[in-house]
């Protein structure tokens, strides 16, 4: 597509709930960023795919938030036991390649609004 | 670590006035500085960027930032503001170090032009 992609654009789910925020990002672009915004906050670094794997995770706030890129393509955010905290828009982003820096500008998709009841 | 700070929240400004927003950074070493702008139900898009060289950076939409290293500035400026650039608009900064470097946002400064 022509720009990176996120789906769903709302999730509301209930507290303990397991969730799944899927990322397809730009034909091409190699790097893949996801980011954490909270109302009246900028957007939070989380995780940082170089291809297929983590290469920056520590964004990460616990061991209930995982994401995975299998094919070096296609991302999916997963996050366990749901807390009314986890509640947020969800950013992704991709960039070409994190080098040379002419490159690295990422560009942001519309995010998915997660509601944590 | 890096951070970045934008002391402007929320500005209001009448069509043709011109604009300045405050951006500052803290890191130790040489950075990368971004502008990134969010119009109502859009996405985050860049606006301007700087990387090394000229340190007044031009970006779309007539809008450029002047990186003035000894007071860790990177300020977003416009001459006369329209209405369509009300928009939060984010300052960000990453290490200007080999490998991939990470990028802080600000909290965003809410601006509001008046037809």
Do not use: M
């Not at chain 1, 957007?43 to 520590?58: C, H, K, N, V």
């Not at chain 1, 296609?74 to 040379?100: F, H, M, N, W």
């Amino acid at each position: 597509g022509a720009g990176v992609s996120q789906t769903p654009s709302n999730k509301v789910t209930e507290k303990g709930k397991y969730v799944e925020l899927r990322c397809d990002p730009i034909s091409g672009h190699t790097a893949l960023y996801w980011y954490r915004q909270s109302l009246g906050q900028g957007p939070e670094f989380l995780i940082y795919f170089q291809g297929t794997g983590a290469a920056d995770d520590s964004g990460l706030p616990n061991d209930r938030f995982f994401a995975v890129r299998p094919e070096g393509s296609v991302s999916t955010l997963k996050i366990q036991r749901t807390e009314r905290g986890d509640s947020a828009v969800y950013l992704c982003a991709s960039s070409l390649s994190p080098l040379p820096k002419a490159k690295n500008i990422q560009y942001f998709g519309a995010g998915t609004r997660l509601s944590v009841l | 670590a890096q951070s970045v700070s934008q002391h402007n929240h929320h500005v209001i400004l009448s069509e043709a006035a011109s604009l300045e927003l405050g951006c500052n950074y803290s890191y130790g070493g040489t950075v990368n500085l971004f502008w990134y702008v969010q119009y109502p139900g859009q996405h985050l898009q860049l606006l301007l960027k700087y990387f090394s060289g000229d340190p007044l950076v031009k970006g779309i939409k007539g809008f450029e930032a002047e990186f003035i290293k000894s007071k860790f500035s990177f300020n977003l400026r416009k001459p006369s503001v329209q209405w369509s650039d009300t928009a939060e608009y984010f300052c960000a900064v990453s290490p200007n170090s080999g490998g991939y470097q990470k990028v802080t946002f600000g909290t965003g400064t809410k601006l509001q032009v008046i037809p």
